[in-house]
């Protein structure tokens, strides 16, 4: 089935998501405040239009933009995200839109380990598709039917959008421990814990402790933690190296949101909390480190 797809942002994953999509179906695209590739001038004729609205864009602008195509939305069109953060409010992208569309319009996310790059060079990516409405996954065939992206149905909308989401905070200590050469072993412990962490994490919010055992957590996580390519591995590896200047980035902003608007009692999970404190105070990375270590082997209290 052809479908109409209207993609919002044309960064990386948006050439991407044309890079999958545009051979089989009819692609527009919005970014910058102006319509790239379309039929019409403004972004709610496009909208109109559409049956699979694309948000490749930073969760930040999701509320304005979901706020301002609302009103012009088809009854039978599905909104989908890939953005993997928290907005300025401390609310997922799933959230959002749960807000803004109140049941009266569809909606999902796509998670998983899918890096712009390798799609568009013709590698494989794979994702979690959630959806408000498991009838739209009949849409979400024929979206990706054929392309680059293995796409599978997934339940717990919110459980998979904070896995997501909370990795990158983890991701910060893969690469402070490949900088530290702490050994393999390491890594294991930090796969562990970290989906250990947040298994309890996405059951406090009511979640289901299996969720982060999937493509939206820990399919995820090892991609972004393990890559040298990933921004959050990189992180890591400049924090030890005292590289201060830029300490910014996705799993950045989570901590400060998280501690912001009290999301979780943070402090509750000693992995998280060593990521939140060594970015809030770089300059004590070797001696919290340390406290984190003699507590794992039982010669410390939890040093929270």
Same mark, same amino acid.
């Given at each position: 089935?052809?479908?109409?797809?209207?993609?919002?942002?044309?960064?990386?994953?948006?050439?991407?998501?044309?890079?999958?999509?545009?051979?089989?179906?009819?692609?527009?695209?919005?970014?910058?405040?102006?319509?790239?590739?379309?039929?019409?001038?403004?972004?709610?004729?496009?909208?109109?239009?559409?049956?699979?609205?694309?948000?490749?864009?930073?969760?930040?602008?999701?509320?304005?933009?979901?706020?301002?195509?609302?009103?012009?939305?088809?009854?039978?069109?599905?909104?989908?995200?890939?953005?993997?953060?928290?907005?300025?409010?401390?609310?997922?992208?799933?959230?959002?839109?749960?807000?803004?569309?109140?049941?009266?319009?569809?909606?999902?996310?796509?998670?998983?380990?899918?890096?712009?790059?390798?799609?568009?060079?013709?590698?494989?990516?794979?994702?979690?598709?959630? #959806?408000?409405? =498991? +009838?739209?996954? /009949?849409?979400?065939?024929?979206?990706?039917? *054929?392309?680059? @992206? $293995?796409?599978?149905?997934?339940?717990?909308?919110?459980?998979?959008?904070?896995?997501?989401?909370?990795?990158?905070?983890?991701?910060?200590?893969?690469?402070?421990?490949?900088?530290?050469?702490?050994?393999?072993?390491?890594?294991?412990?930090?796969?562990?814990?970290?989906?250990?962490?947040?298994?309890?994490?996405?059951?406090?919010?009511?979640?289901?402790?299996?969720?982060?055992?999937?493509?939206?957590?820990?399919?995820? #996580?090892?991609? =972004? +933690?393990?890559? /040298?390519?990933?921004?959050?591995?990189?992180? *890591?590896?400049? @924090? $030890?190296?005292?590289?201060?200047?830029?300490?910014?980035?996705?799993?950045?902003?989570?901590?400060?949101?998280?501690?912001?608007?009290?999301?979780?009692?943070?402090?509750?999970?000693?992995?998280?909390?060593?990521?939140?404190?060594?970015?809030?105070?770089?300059?004590?990375?070797?001696?919290?480190?340390?406290?984190?270590?003699?507590?794992?082997?039982?010669?410390?209290?939890?040093?929270?």
């Amino acid at each position: 089935m052809k479908l109409r797809i209207l993609i919002l942002g044309y960064g990386e994953m948006g050439h991407a998501m044309e890079f999958l999509l545009a051979d089989r179906h009819d692609v527009r695209i919005w970014n910058m405040g102006e319509v790239v590739k379309g039929s019409h001038a403004t972004l709610e004729e496009e909208v109109a239009e559409a049956q699979v609205v694309l948000f490749c864009l930073p969760v930040n602008p999701h509320w304005e933009i979901a706020q301002r195509i609302a009103p012009f939305l088809s009854a039978d069109s599905v909104c989908l995200t890939i953005a993997k953060g928290l907005d300025e409010s401390g609310r997922t992208a799933a959230q959002v839109f749960d807000q803004v569309f109140d049941g009266r319009h569809h909606f999902g996310v796509i998670y998983g380990p899918m890096i712009s790059e390798e799609l568009r060079a013709g590698k494989l990516g794979f994702a979690d598709a959630v #959806l408000s409405d =498991t +009838a739209d996954f /009949e849409v979400m065939r024929s979206l990706f039917r *054929g392309s680059g @992206l $293995v796409c599978q149905q997934a339940s717990d909308l919110h459980g998979r959008s904070w896995s997501v989401i909370l990795k990158n905070v983890y991701a910060i200590l893969f690469g402070m421990a490949d900088e530290l050469k702490l050994g393999d072993n390491m890594r294991g412990h930090l796969v562990a814990a970290s989906i250990a962490e947040l298994s309890g994490i996405v059951q406090a919010f009511g979640g289901q402790a299996h969720t982060p055992y999937s493509y939206a957590g820990l399919g995820d #996580l090892i991609t =972004t +933690a393990t890559s /040298e390519d990933s921004h959050h591995h990189s992180l *890591g590896r400049k @924090l $030890v190296r005292g590289e201060w200047d830029d300490i910014s980035g996705e799993g950045v902003h989570t901590l400060h949101m998280v501690e912001k608007f009290g999301v979780f009692d943070w402090q509750a999970y000693p992995l998280f909390a060593l990521s939140h404190d060594i970015v809030t105070a770089p300059q004590h990375l070797r001696e919290r480190l340390e406290e984190y270590l003699l507590f794992l082997r039982g010669t410390e209290s939890c040093p929270i």
